[in-house]
């Protein structure tokens, strides 16, 4: 039996280790996101003001000056509601440049905490 190099194996067969290795690239990311999401971040609300934000139809507050511990979905959602709310009281104009430099900022913040 003679086995052809990969460039010259039959159509069917490329396409079926291409589909493969895509599904194994989409399985890898599902897991890595399911690890992300079971994560504790910690959170630090630098406002003087207590701030409530709701999540998934739950209201969450997270005290004032305090660092909570929320699971990292939870945390990103808490993270981006919260840098707006600050901008728009300081009337500080924002793009969405500005506001990723912030959230990296705050990552820096949560991952010299940890």
Excluded: C
Excluded at 10 to 26: A, C, G, I, L
Excluded at 45 to 66: G, K
């Amino acid at each position: 039996m003679r086995v052809e190099p990969v460039s010259q194996q039959p159509q069917e067969q490329k396409f079926r280790h291409s589909w493969y290795n895509t599904f194994m690239d989409v399985a890898d990311l599902v897991k890595k996101a399911n690890k992300e999401a079971n994560q504790d971040v910690m959170f630090y609300n630098p406002s003087s003001e207590d701030f409530t934000v709701v999540y998934h139809n739950n209201s969450l507050i997270i005290p004032a000056l305090r660092i909570s511990t929320f699971k990292k979905p939870v945390a990103d959602h808490i993270k981006k509601h919260l840098v707006t709310e600050i901008l728009n009281k300081k009337g500080v104009q924002h793009t969405e440049k500005r506001i990723k430099e912030i959230y990296k900022k705050l990552e820096d913040f949560n991952e010299t905490e940890s």
